[in-house]
């Protein structure tokens, strides 16, 4: 539609940041951080949420994360089909969180990985609004000692190649500090 806020100029991209770091660097507070900035008007985000909280810890975390996000925020939990979820999307700022959790969600439930990756790329090139993706990097420690762990290691690294090549942005952070990889510093 001509004239709506969330309508894509032409040749005009709209920010996609992928944040990577490791367990409580600070990369969910910086991503969050990230959307609100990327707001128009007073309007909310969506909080696009992979995790699926089978036990009490996880359940505990999942309240510690709605508690510190606030009232900008939609929620909407979706464990495998975030390229459908941002399809759907008219173009306000959505975050996901996280994608290494998704795909843990596409191994338990057997879906073909590459091919789940390939969508969301080409969902990510198609957003009607800014995304903002968080992931945890797992490639930079110790060589798992098990086939399955060793296979999640390598599809993480190949997915976030593939979400690093389509985003405008990339940010690692560490220590709760950004280190902007790709993109301008803002």
Known sequence: MAGRPSARKPGKKHPIVLVLGGARSGKSAFAEARVLSLRAGKGKALYLATAEPRDGEMRARVAAHRARRGAHWTTREEPLDIA??????????????????????????????DAETAALCAALKRAKGPVVLVSNEVGLGIVPDNALAREFRDHAGRLHQAVGAVATHVVFVAAGLPLFLKGPKK
């Open 84 to 113: 459908g979820v941002l399809d759907a999307r008219t173009g306000e700022p959505v975050l996901v969180d996280c994608l290494t959790l998704w795909l843990s969600n596409l191994l338990g439930a057997g879906r073909d990985v």
